[in-house]
């Protein structure tokens, strides 16, 4: 496996939230031409390809996610001269371009919206899910979007509705009318030729929806969204022949690489789309919803090794742009003991580690005064939910006056732990966050094992330690997670019990502290030790 590197599957993705790393105009708002003054600081971390949530044209409806022109940029964060900038600049530095499609739905200020909606008769009019009412005037099926409304929304120019399982301002794309497909290959087309290695396909699972729009069964939930059993608008067998004709356009250019946002996934979902032919990964978000426990963990990777394909690769994440940071969710206080393990977790886990942006110095949710939440999910569902606001807030760069982020306005607050908690102030510090990511990455491109060695749980005292360890022909790596605040001993017995091992990274130690009599091997509250088998 180290003799045949793939930068996909060895390397760790950083997921940048465009509005919130670094603005360059001081308009307040992220851009290209902050990311660009930042490329260094990410080959110093030393990633291997960035994903950028989207920077087409959008009015932000769900900032970005809504896009109403799939091959420009936003003018708020560039041109398309800035892009190929950044393209350029990245892969000089060794770094790849991920970019987020955006294909499940469009802005309903897309030019094919806007077209689609004036009648029945034009070129575009069967590109979205037009439906008349029924003929007791109610809506077409019992569909809900998830963000807090029915997912039909009457058209009165068209004089019919429309399906979106976002906002109304979402409508959904017609994926079952061949020129939809076609307009969305030439959009990935576009990209590829450009220079993008690769893309992070939202909500890909939703596609295609069944042809007869059969009412979905109902279920036990809080929303409405959760009282009904998603069979009929997600995950149809459709996706499976689309799949395969997106992977032979990606192979008909050298080493690119496309990852699915599974909507509502299990393992097995995840699986069936990463089959062979298929795309090459997909998220899961098993570990996402796991509380501070290292048998949650586990199970989660087994169900996730357990379900994919063996020539598959997982995708491992704690955090992105729709979910509570890390720290925050782990209740870390100003510790970031615990988020050390977090970052060995999911650099040494056998697949590919997926990190947002600011993770690396342990960025903490913001708190969001209900008159200033900007996600309109937050405005909806305030208090029970205040929105996406809080993780999304600007990079902390520096102890300066907006953290370094923007000379103007943030369009969102700056964490009031800047002063300390920031890119400057943890780069002077050997024992910071941001060190322990570079050297477990570095570890990572060190220790073929760690890349693209089989995973194997050891023995380990429940409620405490996870361990684990990676092989491959040439090497075997032990990984030992301490997840309480207090010292636990790993028996070394069994599988463990080897000529010797060296120690490779700790947190807590130098050297590697003797096995005690008994075969023993102690290890502080919160640390992360990776061993080495002695060559
Ligand atoms: C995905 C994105 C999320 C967005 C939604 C609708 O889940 O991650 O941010 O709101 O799709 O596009």
């Not at 670094?22 to 390809?49: F, K, T």
């Not at 409806?61 to 091959?71: A, I, P």
């Not at 708020?76 to 001269?81: C, N, V």
Request: net charge negative.
């Amino acid at each position: 496996m180290a003799a045949n590197p793939i930068w996909w599957r060895d390397g760790v993705v950083y997921q940048i939230y465009p509005r919130s790393f670094a603005d360059s105009n001081g308009d307040g708002i992220g851009d290209l031409g902050g990311v660009i003054q930042h490329l260094d600081y990410l080959a110093e971390l030393g990633v291997e390809a960035i994903w950028y949530s989207p920077f087409y044209p959008s009015p932000d409806v769900d900032f970005g996610y809504d896009v109403s022109n799939y091959t420009d940029i936003d003018p708020k964060f560039g041109s398309l001269a800035d892009f190929d900038r950044l393209v350029t600049e990245s892969h000089q530095r060794g770094i790849r371009v991920i970019l987020d499609l955006v294909l499940n739905h469009t802005s309903d200020q897309h030019l094919w919206f806007q077209e689609s909606r004036k009648g029945k008769d034009n070129p575009y009019s069967d590109w979205y899910i037009w439906r008349d009412a029924k003929p007791d005037g109610s809506l077409p099926n019992n569909w809900e979007a998830i963000f807090g409304t029915p997912g039909w929304e009457w058209d009165a120019k068209r004089d019919q509705y429309y399906y979106h399982m976002f906002y109304p301002q979402q409508p959904d794309l017609n994926w079952r009318n061949p020129q939809v497909r076609q307009a969305c290959l030439d959009v990935v087309r576009f990209w590829l030729d450009r220079g993008v290695d690769g893309f992070r396909l939202d909500v890909f699972s939703n596609f295609f929806k069944h042809p007869d729009l059969p009412d979905n069964p109902p279920a036990v939930g809080l929303r409405a969204f959760d009282r009904q059993k998603h069979i009929y608008d997600s995950n149809q067998p459709d996706m499976i022949p689309l799949l395969r004709e997106l992977r032979e356009l990606l192979d008909s250019y050298p080493e690119r690489y496309a990852v699915g946002e599974t909507f509502m996934p299990t393992p097995q979902s995840v699986s069936a789309y990463t089959a062979p032919g298929l795309i090459h990964a997909a998220f899961d978000f098993e570990m996402l919803h796991c509380r501070w426990d290292p048998e949650c963990f586990q199970k989660a990777i087994l169900a996730t090794e357990k379900a994919m394909h063996p020539d598959s690769w997982p995708v491992y994440t704690l955090n992105n742009h729709d979910t509570s940071r890390t720290a925050s969710r782990y209740h870390c206080g100003n510790n970031d003991a615990r988020l050390k393990v977090a970052a060995a977790l999911t650099i040494t886990l056998r697949g590919t580690p997926f990190i947002y942006y600011g993770e690396e110095i342990g960025m903490r949710n913001i708190h969001v005064p209900r008159r200033f939440i900007q996600d309109r999910i937050g405005e909806k569902y305030w208090p029970i939910f205040d929105g996406r606001d809080k993780n999304r807030s600007p990079m902390q760069w520096n102890a300066n006056s907006h953290a370094g982020f923007t000379t103007g306005k943030p369009w969102l607050p700056v964490h009031p732990d800047h002063g300390t908690r920031n890119v400057e102030a943890q780069r002077k510090d050997p024992q910071s966050l941001f060190h322990f990511y570079r050297r477990l990455i570095q570890l990572r491109k060190e220790l073929s094992a760690l890349r693209g060695g089989l995973f194997q749980p050891v023995t380990y005292e429940p409620r405490k330690l996870l361990a684990y360890l990676r092989q491959d022909s040439e090497q075997t790596v032990l990984v030992v997670l301490n997840f309480s605040h207090r010292p636990v001993r790993l028996a070394m017995g069994g599988e463990l019990r080897r000529n010797g091992w060296v120690l490779a990274l700790s947190n807590k130690h130098d050297t590697l502290p003797a096995i005690e009599k008994g075969g023993y091997l102690s290890l502080q509250g919160d640390e992360v030790m990776i061993l080495t088998e002695k060559g």
